[in-house]
């Protein structure tokens, strides 16, 4: 009797070489999958807004095997791999020449899109903060006031600041000396709003944000002169945060009023001197 020897199929659900290929398409690196999704997204941008390309720039628009890349989804714990030198070149070199073929204000358009949880969302959840410390007030101890009283000042210094990256996005002003593209740059701008509109108005409003919370609590009317002063102060903060140029110059009058101080003259003073 011969042995015969049964040979055993594969189980059809197992692919190896389909799986092989499907795992080539899963790139594991945040930097890649990032700038994919930038030109994924500006891609759509040009298509959508019917932006102006050479016939020989059009293919630039076509992702191809790029787009086909994706990054890993973690309830499929795929693990992916690193991308080539080949697809990084690919990949940064397309990113530049769409980049080259958007003008200005087709640019600002593209940055106001991808920064949108910054100039949307973050402007709403910081606006209910603000109201939600006036009407917080209402229900607290007077003691605590002070402490509203500091939200209300970050708050309105951080939306100045939103407002004028916004102004300046929507072409409406042209005096940012930032690159608007970059994010971390927008939020280094708007904290530096809230400490402004905290530091510079802090020691000024308090009385005003309290009278505006007995005014507003007790519906009791005031003469227009109260009302333009404690407006003007609770704004403080709002302007401060907008307007860089006004608080350079508010610390260099104090800069020069402590150096006076001590026996330095001041900048103009000093600067005549010279000549």
């Keep these: 009797?011969?042995?015969?020897?049964?040979?055993?199929?594969?189980?059809?659900?197992?692919?190896?070489?389909?799986?092989?290929?499907?795992?080539?398409?899963?790139?594991?690196?945040?930097k890649f999958n990032q700038l994919q999704s930038t030109l994924t997204d500006l891609c759509h941008f040009m298509q959508r807004e019917g932006v102006s390309i050479p016939p020989e720039k059009a293919h630039l628009l076509v992702v191809g095997k790029i787009g086909r890349l994706r990054k890993p989804r973690f309830w499929s714990r795929e693990t992916g791999r690193v991308p080539t030198e080949a697809e990084w070149g690919a990949l940064e070199t397309r990113l530049q020449e769409l980049h080259s073929l958007l003008g200005e204000p087709?640019?600002?358009?593209?940055?106001?899109?991808?920064?949108k949880r910054l100039l949307i969302w973050m402007p709403l959840v910081i606006m209910v903060g603000a109201v939600a410390s006036l009407f917080a007030t209402s229900f607290i101890d007077e003691r605590w006031h002070l402490y509203c009283y500091i939200a209300w000042l970050m708050a309105l210094g951080a939306l100045g600041s939103i407002a004028y990256i916004s102004m300046n996005a929507l072409s409406l002003q042209k005096d940012i000396t930032f690159d608007i593209g970059n994010k971390?740059?927008?939020v280094i701008r708007i904290l530096l709003g809230a400490m402004f509109g905290l530091i510079l108005a802090l020691p000024f409003g308090f009385g005003n944000f309290e009278s505006f919370i007995r005014t507003l609590r007790n519906n009791t009317p005031s003469d227009a002169a109260t009302d333009a002063k404690t407006a003007a102060t609770l704004l403080m903060p709002f302007v401060f945060g907008f307007s860089t140029t006004l608080v350079l110059t508010i610390i260099n009058r104090l800069?020069?009023?402590?150096?006076?101080?001590?026996?330095?003259?001041?900048?103009?003073?000093?600067?005549?001197m010279s000549h």
């Design 255 to 272: 800069v020069d009023a402590i150096g006076v101080i001590f026996g330095k003259p001041p900048t103009s003073q000093s600067s005549n």
């Design 184 to 186: 971390r740059l927008l």
């Design 106 to 115: 087709c640019r600002r358009g593209f940055y106001i899109s991808q920064s």
């Design 1 to 30: 009797m011969s042995d015969v020897v049964v040979q055993m199929q594969p189980d059809p659900i197992q692919r190896p070489s389909e799986t092989l290929v499907n795992g080539n398409y899963v790139i594991n690196d945040r």
